[in-house]
C-alpha cells in the first residue's frame, strides 16, 4: 500500500508477493486464477479498510504527521520484521558473546537512524537506495561525520539487512547494496607514525610527572612489541612473561602469541616490578581492581584508561615538540612507519599478527614511501 501527504509517499509491504500476470492493474485485485486469490484480496481489503481507519483518526485529532509516521501508526505489521527490531537482537548476541567494544558503537549507529527516520519500526523495504543516499548527505552535512564513519554506518545496516534475509523477515530483492546499487567502499584513511627521532625525543625526556611518566612507559612498551594493543596490554600478566618472551592471546582474533622481549623492554618492566603481587597479577595498574570476571567491566576500564593515558600523551607530545597527535594507536603506525620496507612482509604479517598477508601489505603500504620518493627525485632533478 503507497500512502502519499504532500507529494511524499511510503509504501508498506503486505508481506505477500506474486507474478504481474496475476494482478489486475485497473481493479486493484489479485486475478482469480491466483490459487490464494480470494485470501490476498481479503487481506489487502483489511488492510486497507484498518489504514483507512487510522488515517479518519488522525485527521480527527488535526494531526500533522507525515507518510513514514502514518505507517508507524499501522499496527498490523508483524513483531519482528522491523530493522530495529532485527538489530537489537543483534546487540542482544553481542552482549552475550562478550563484544563489548562493538556494542557501543552499534548502539550509537541505531540511534542515528532512529532520529533520521523519525520511526521505531522502519520496515527494510523502506531503507532503499534513495533512503540511503539521503542518509549519507544526512550524516555528512548535518551530523559531520566523515566519510570512514558513514561506510561503518552503512556496513551495520547491511549487517542487519543480511540477518534478516537469511531470516526470511525480508526478500533479497529489496536488498539495496551491491552492483548497480549502494557500492560500499572504504575511503583510504591517512596512517601517521613518528619518525625514529621522534620517538627518542619521547625516549629521553625527563621531569614528566608520575602520570605522564605512566603514559609514556605505556606507549613505550607499546611500540617495542610492534604496537600490542591497548585491550591487550594492559591485560598482561606476569605470568605471561618468561624465557625472555612475552606470550599471550589477542582479544580481536584468538590468536596465540609470542614476541621476544628487547632490551629497552626490561627497564619499563623494572619500574613495575616492585608493586607485583603475585604471578597472576597484571603488569600494570588499571586493572588491578577490576572485576576480573566480568569482562564487561574489564572493557570499561580499558576503555577509560585508554582516554587518559591519550590526555597524558598530548602533553608528551607538546614537550618533545612533536606536532603530529599522539595516541596509545599511534604506537603501533609508528612500529609501521619505521619498519617500512625494510622488513619482509611475511616477517611483518608475524610482528602484525594479520590472519593475511594481503592485510599487512594493504597496512604497510601507508608507510612504504622509499621507492615512490627515489622515482620523484630522478624524475624531476634534471
Not at 489479485?30 to 483518526?57: C, D, F, G, Q
Not at 509516521?69 to 537482537?89: L, N, P, T, Y
Not at 567494544?101 to 532503499?128: G, M, P, T
Not at 604506537?331 to 612507519?337: E, I, L, N, P
Request: glycine share 4%.
Amino acid at each position: 500500500m503507497r500512502v502519499t501527504k504532500n507529494r511524499k509517499s511510503s509504501y508498506i509491504y503486505l508481506g505477500h508477493y506474486l507474478d504481474l500476470k496475476f494482478w489486475d492493474e485497473n481493479r486493484k485485485c489479485v486475478r482469480k486464477s491466483h490459487p490464494n486469490a480470494n485470501y490476498l484480496n481479503n487481506l489487502i481489503a483489511a488492510k486497507l479498510a484498518e489504514t483507512s481507519k487510522i488515517l479518519l483518526e488522525l485527521q480527527t485529532n488535526n494531526s500533522d504527521i507525515t507518510p513514514l509516521q502514518i505507517k508507524d501508526e499501522i499496527i498490523f505489521k508483524d513483531k519482528g520484521k522491523s530493522f530495529f527490531e532485527v538489530a537489537e537482537v543483534h546487540l542482544k548476541e553481542s552482549i552475550a558473546n562478550k563484544k563489548f567494544s562493538r556494542i557501543s558503537v552499534e548502539r550509537a549507529y541505531i540511534n542515528h537512524l532512529k532520529r533520521y527516520s523519525k520511526s521505531k519500526a522502519l520496515i527494510f523495504q523502506d531503507i532503499d537506495e534513495k533512503f540511503l543516499k539521503d542518509y549519507k548527505t544526512h550524516l555528512i552535512i548535518n551530523k559531520s561525520l566523515s566519510e570512514r564513519t558513514v561506510v561503518n554506518h552503512f556496513v551495520f545496516i547491511r549487517l542487519i539487512f543480511n540477518r534478516a534475509i537469511r531470516n526470511g523477515i525480508v526478500d533479497r530483492k529489496f536488498y539495496p547494496f551491491g552492483i548497480g546499487k549502494i557500492i560500499i567502499k572504504f575511503p583510504e584513511s591517512r596512517k601517521i607514525g613518528l619518525t625514529i627521532e621522534e620517538i627518542l625525543a619521547i625516549e629521553n625526556l625527563d621531569n614528566l610527572s608520575p602520570e605522564e611518566e605512566h603514559a609514556r612507559n605505556i606507549w613505550l612498551f607499546s611500540f617495542y612489541l610492534a604496537g600490542i594493543r591497548i585491550g591487550d596490554l594492559l591485560k598482561i600478566r606476569w605470568s605471561d612473561i618468561y624465557d625472555g618472551r612475552l606470550h599471550y592471546t589477542m582479544s580481536k582474533n584468538s590468536k596465540i602469541v609470542s614476541l621476544k622481549l628487547p632490551e629497552k623492554i626490561h627497564p619499563i618492566l623494572e619500574t613495575y616490578l616492585k608493586f607485583k603481587d603475585g604471578a597472576d597479577d597484571f603488569v600494570f595498574p588499571e586493572l588491578k581492581v577490576s572485576d576480573r570476571k566480568n569482562p564487561e567491566d574489564i572493557y570499561i576500564k580499558i576503555k577509560t584508561a585508554n582516554k587518559r593515558l591519550n590526555r597524558q600523551l598530548t602533553n608528551i607530545a607538546s614537550y618533545a615538540k612533536i606536532s603530529k597527535k599522539l595516541t596509545m594507536h599511534i604506537a603501533r603506525h609508528s612500529f609501521g612507519q619505521i619498519a617500512g620496507d625494510t622488513v619482509p612482509v611475511q616477517l611483518l604479517q608475524k610482528l602484525y599478527r594479520h590472519s593475511s598477508v594481503t592485510t599487512t601489505m594493504l597496512y604497510q603500504s601507508s608507510f612504504i614511501s622509499t621507492e615512490t620518493d627515489r622515482a620523484l627525485e630522478n624524475i624531476v632533478n634534471f
